[in-house]
Antibody, heavy 123, light 113 residues
Framework: QVQLQESGPGLVKPSQTLSLTCTVS??????????WSWIRQPAGKGLEWIGR???????NYNPSLKSRVTISLDTSKNQFSLKLSSVTAADTAVYYC???????????????WGRGTLVTVSS | DIVMTQSPDSLAVSLGERATISCKSSQSVLYSSNNKNYLAWYQQKLGQPPKLLIYWASTRESGVPDRFSGSGSGTDFTLTISSLQAEDVAVYYC?????????FGQGTKVEIK
């Protein structure tokens, strides 16, 4: 059974960089059948896709966040990470990592999600 | 971006009754080369991550009860819960995977009347 687990600081100061890691267990992050995404959800609001990684050289980001986002892969640890720079209070949210299934090299739906981690941006 | 709009925002249904949620996309999510609709539905219970219910607009994920069904094509989709159970209280989201960025509907809250 695949499991994803987010980890990282729960409190980040404004203007600093938010850094989170997702550890994948029960399957290889190097599998060609999956992409790996970050999604966030402000309290009481909807879901916003942040971006994804497939290989270390293959990333896609939401244009609304692209200038501030970096997603990277560490296959030796079976982890992928999110960095979001210059954060403000608007970046306060529950951050989820998720697996995106693919069969043809095109990412499809999110079939597994982590439990999420709350990140609060505040001084 | 493809905008996903759900209706209603919330609904209250009696136990055992039918619940119907609509999802409309701002452009077609039907891929003509394979005739598949790139549309998924998720269920999110309070304090939990979203759970995949339906993909390809109408294919139930393994383990999802058959009272959940999805239908529709192009820009108009429906999630139906045929006989609402207490454990179905949740917020339901549609999501398109036709274009990037991936986008979700605003969510529909389902409660017991």
């Amino acid at each position: 059974q695949v499991q994803l687990q987010e980890s990282g600081p729960g409190l980040v100061k404004p203007s600093q960089t938010l850094s989170l890691t997702c550890t994948v267990s029960g399957g290889s992050i190097s599998s060609s059948h999956y992409f790996w995404s970050w999604i966030r959800q402000p309290a009481g609001k909807g879901l916003e896709w942040i971006g994804r990684i497939y290989t270390s050289e293959n990333t896609n980001y939401n244009p609304s966040l692209k200038s501030r986002v970096t997603i990277s892969l560490d296959t030796s640890k079976n982890q992928f990470s999110l960095k979001l720079s210059s954060v403000t209070a608007a970046d306060t949210a529950v951050y989820y990592c998720a697996r995106e299934k693919t069969m043809t090299g095109t990412p499809y739906y999110f079939d597994y999600w982590g439990r999420g981690t709350l990140v609060t941006v505040s001084s | 971006d493809i905008v996903m709009t759900q209706s209603p925002d919330s609904l209250a249904v009696s136990l055992g009754e039918r619940a119907t949620i609509s999802c409309k996309s701002s452009q077609s999510v039907l891929y003509s080369s394979n005739n598949k609709n790139y549309l998924a539905w998720y269920q999110q219970k309070l304090g939990q991550p979203p759970k995949l219910l339906i993909y390809w607009a109408s294919t139930r994920e393994s383990g999802v009860p058959d009272r959940f069904s999805g239908s529709g094509s192009g820009t108009d989709f429906t999630l139906t819960i045929s006989s609402l159970q207490a454990e179905d209280v949740a917020v339901y989201y549609c999501q398109q995977y036709y274009g990037t960025p991936r986008t979700f509907g605003q969510g529909t809250k389902v409660e017991i009347k």
